[in-house]
């Protein structure tokens, strides 16, 4: 099953498109991280997953084959937005009230429970939390409603480090005891690696790079020799970014594992930063590796 | 909070060892976890029939993805360091084979004697022994340009011969 599957999304506000020709299938049972710079569509993406806004051209389908934003898809997305919108003047207990008069679906029990362990005051006005906890009163309300799929759309980037770690563990904890699917969108690249294990990059509106982090790194190396045989090498694999200085040059390269290098060539692992970067400097460049077999066809028109 | 959880838990075993990251350097969290148990076994921190840290205890403590640790413990099994046993965790089994003691001290005083004494004669300092001989290592391997997957089951395949 996908949890997330579009083909030929697109999405244009007015005259600026914010999506385009996106054809991607993330497979259930990831954590799926989000990659791009501002602007590069990735609020768009997730809302349109969520059904908070509806594509200009092409299709979105969530959990299996449920369009996006239909009944059945609401009930089993769960999604916390950029800013965790809550209501600031309403107590703890009272949000709680709220979330659970809202939702068909959710376990008062189970909220509870885990504010008490983060510590949470229940009769303390939503307004006077730190950032940290509204962070995890917004999480706790989202993961209360026992989701099959977990959206969230900057959840790091108002927090600090050790309000960071906090989230995410409270993250992971669920998805070890319940085993459902996340994405979240990121713009901080460094952090991703502990977190996701499969990685979608966009760039302008488009996918640049996707697919599982352990293979993206495993079929990446940067190479490292003198300046003067760079295009010589560079011609046996598929470089990705190439710096020179006058005798010294790295490429980034995409490996088959096959190509011999010539004496005095170092190949060094690439860092998942690296990778990243080197792939967003140079919308060109893109890695559409088909996370399944039955994706070829997008894949590759995508390619092209 | 993951210290209120595990006084409430009282099932909870003690962990038998402590996973830290370092995500600067460059190693996969999953193999840093591997290398992790390796080393405690090693060093005898780990010894037969000890349960490793429970997955939902170090995703909570690391804050890290659980599929990640399931990697390393299916790593780990499948080197048959460890087993995993359905509902109970996973125990440590066998320790990895070593080169001996003796063995170990004799090829270190082979190369004092022998060629560190030569490249400090010829005037290399320390930056320059260890870049000599990388780069002699590098040669004597042969490698083509190997991708981590073939790096990684080189590796295993070194385990698993030993």
Known sequence: MNVVETSGLAKRYRRTWALRDCNLSVPAGRIVALVGPNGAGKTTLLHCAVGLCTATNGNITVLGDLGAGSLEALERVAFVAQDAPLHKYLSVRSMVAVARNLNPRFDQAQAEERLRGLEIPPDRKVGKLSGGQQAQLALTLALARDPDLLVLDEPLARLDPLARHDFMALVMAGVAASGFSVIFSSHVVSELERFADYLIVLANGRVQMVGDIDDLLTSHAVLSGPAEESDLVGEQFTVVQTRKATRHAEILVRTTGESRLPSGWESDDVSLEELVLAYLRDPSASMLPGPLATNELEVNEVAR | ?162
């Open chain 2, 1 to 162: 909070m993951t210290i209120d959880k595990e006084v409430c838990e009282p099932e909870a075993p003690v962990p038998s060892m402590v996973f830290r990251l370092e995500p600067r350097s460059g190693v996969p969290t999953y193999l840093q976890l591997v290398h992790q148990v390796e080393h405690a076994l090693r060093l005898g921190y780990l010894i037969h029939g000890d349960q490793l840290p429970r997955v939902k205890d170090v995703v909570a403590s690391l804050s890290i993805n659980p599929n990640t640790v399931l990697k390393a413990y299916r790593d780990l099994e499948q080197k048959g360091l460890t087993i995993g046993r359905p509902g109970q965790g996973t125990f440590i089994e066998a320790s990895p084979e070593t080169v001996g003691l003796e063995q170990l001290t004799s090829l270190r005083r082979s190369l004092a004697s022998g060629w560190l004494k030569q490249a400090a004669a010829a005037g290399l300092d320390e930056q320059g022994t260890i870049a000599l001989f990388m780069a002699a290592l590098r040669d004597f391997r042969d490698r083509p340009v190997e991708s981590r997957s073939a790096r990684r089951e080189a590796r295993q395949r070194r385990v698993g011969a030993a």
